[in-house]
């Protein structure tokens, strides 16, 4: 197998031998049309010359022909004979009925077929103007231009007059040198040249390849391709390559933290569950003890459930994998639902539950889902607000979407705390929440955007430690189904 170091080396010499050749045909033909537009030029002044030489004497009144009584053919007088001879080159005088009356000594010492052929090629040679090249036995080219001689009398027809033209169709020497020596030279300079550039840029690439495979072994992460004079080419890709590296340091980062938080969350439970089941198989326990570590070890076994289940629905989430079971939902109801429930919630609690503003709205949702959105968001109002506060819910239509709001009094969240909500596992504190009644798992939040997200709505919150906070879910109206 060719590298590819090679295969372009050789894609490019190729490119380079196709451009010269069809330059060096491109001059080369223009040259020869300028050396054929010469010689025609040459061979256009001589005719004339001779047509001179004829009409002159004509108009002198001078003989132009000797008529003899034998000669089948006209022939010229000596005397114009003569001084058509004095006119260098292939000069053929042509009569009316397509014979040569007149031929200069060049055209004389063209010997048999040669003679005969061009003898009929000149007969139907147009009467002027055009040109003929005539190729002869020995290689040779001739050009021959034609000159009328109308209004000359005694039915002088033109004349052909040629030069010889056989430089006009040969590549002379010094393209010749060109062609053969310089032009591959210069080519095969550019190709070693085109080899060392292209294996320097190889080398480049093993190298930001060899480093990019380093850094990616999975414990490398924190490391970039470092830019150098050296890769300058290459600054863009390297570039693109570091960012790549960071999203991926990102999403490891995020995949390790999720699984020690998963994990975590789950031994805790887990201890406890242990520590139940051993406390009701003690032989010492009473019937009555024995009851109330089962109860308690029910109740861990529902929140490991609980905990699953959220896992798995970020999971399906995560992979596109969720069937949202869209159907048209009436909101109202649905928000009165919720309101209810809060209301036992917050009264637990001595917290007040309002609902102060409503609307009847249709959205196609689905409604399962909807409900858990709606819940989660005044659950977490009513657990994070202490007692005496207030827990305000309000259901609101506008031109485009409607939104589902939650507002509390309660504790609020910091500003530090404020941009991790929406993250997986994580809880203002942690060890608190943990420990005391109020202990979620921090995935409320993040399943409760999934759910707004993937009706093509959006869940925004705002909030003020000490002060309370303001969770606001948006959906739209209208379009993909939707209606009010
Ligand atoms: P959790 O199950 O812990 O409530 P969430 O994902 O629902 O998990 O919430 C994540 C964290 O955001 C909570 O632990 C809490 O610190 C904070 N939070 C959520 N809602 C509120 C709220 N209404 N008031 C104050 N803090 C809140």
Not at 241 to 262: H, K, Q, W
Not at 351 to 360: G, K, Q, R, Y
Request: glycine share 8%.
């Amino acid at each position: 197998m060719l590298s590819t170091r090679v295969k372009l080396t050789v894609a490019f010499v190729a490119g380079l031998v196709a451009v010269t050749i069809t330059l060096f045909l491109a001059v080369l033909a223009a040259r020869n049309n300028a050396v054929y537009h010469d010689i025609a030029l040459y061979a256009a002044a001589q005719g004339d010359l001779a047509a001179r030489i004829i009409t002159d004497a004509a108009q002198s009144k001078e003989k132009v022909f000797t008529t003899s009584d034998t000669a089948l053919i006209a022939a010229l007088s000596p005397k114009v004979v003569d001084r058509l001879q004095s006119v260098p080159g292939y000069i053929v005088v042509v009569d009316t009925a397509g014979r040569a009356v007149y031929r200069s000594s060049d055209v004389m010492r063209l010997q048999g077929v040669d003679m005969a052929t061009l003898q009929t090629q000149l007969a139907d040679l147009p009467k002027s103007g055009e040109a003929l090249i005539f190729s002869l036995d020995s290689q040779e080219k001739l050009l021959f231009v034609s000159h009328s001689l109308a209004g000359t009398p005694g039915g002088l027809s033109r004349i052909a007059s040629g030069a010889v033209a056989t430089r006009a169709s040969t590549i002379p020497r010094e393209y010749m040198l060109d062609a053969l020596v310089i032009v591959p030279l210069i080519i095969g300079a550019a190709g070693v040249g085109a080899f060392l550039f292209l294996g320097r840029t190889q080398r480049q690439l093993t190298e930001i390849t060899t480093e990019v495979a380093a850094i990616t072994d999975g414990r490398s992460l924190h490391r970039r391709l470092a830019l150098s004079e050296e890769t300058t080419d290459f600054a863009d890709l390297m570039m693109t390559l570091n960012a790549m590296i960071s999203r991926l340091e990102t999403s490891f980062a995020g995949l390790r933290r999720f699984t020690a938080d998963a994990s975590h969350e789950l031994k805790t439970p887990l201890a406890v569950l242990r520590a139940d089941v051993e406390r009701a198989m003690a032989d010492t326990s009473s019937q009555t003890e024995r009851m109330v570590a089962l109860e308690e070890a029910l109740q861990e076994v529902r929140r490991m459930t609980d905990l699953v289940e959220s896992l798995l629905t970020l999971a399906r989430a995560d992979e596109g994998r969720f069937d949202l079971h869209r159907e048209p939902v009436e909101l109202l109801p649905l928000v009165q639902e919720v309101y209810e429930t809060a209301l036992i919630l917050g009264e637990a609690q001595g917290v007040t539950v309002n609902l102060p503003f409503t609307a009847d709205v249709t959205v196609m949702a689905d409604r399962t889902r909807l409900r858990q959105l709606f819940l989660n968001l005044v659950t977490n109002a009513i657990k994070y607000t202490p007692a005496g506060g207030k827990v305000e819910l309000g259901l609101g239509r506008h031109p485009d979407n409607v939104t589902f709001a939650v507002r509390d009094t309660g504790i609020g969240i910091s500003a530090a705390d404020f941009p991790h909500i929406f993250e997986r596992f994580w809880r203002a504190d942690r060890v608190r929440s943990r420990m005391s009644e109020r202990g979620g798992f921090g995935l409320g939040l993040a399943i409760s955007q999934w759910i707004a997200q993937a009706h093509g709505g959006t869940l925004t919150a705002s909030s003020r430690l000490g002060r309370g906070s303001l969770f606001t879910v948006t959906l739209p109206l209208g379009g993909d189904g939707q209606r009010t």
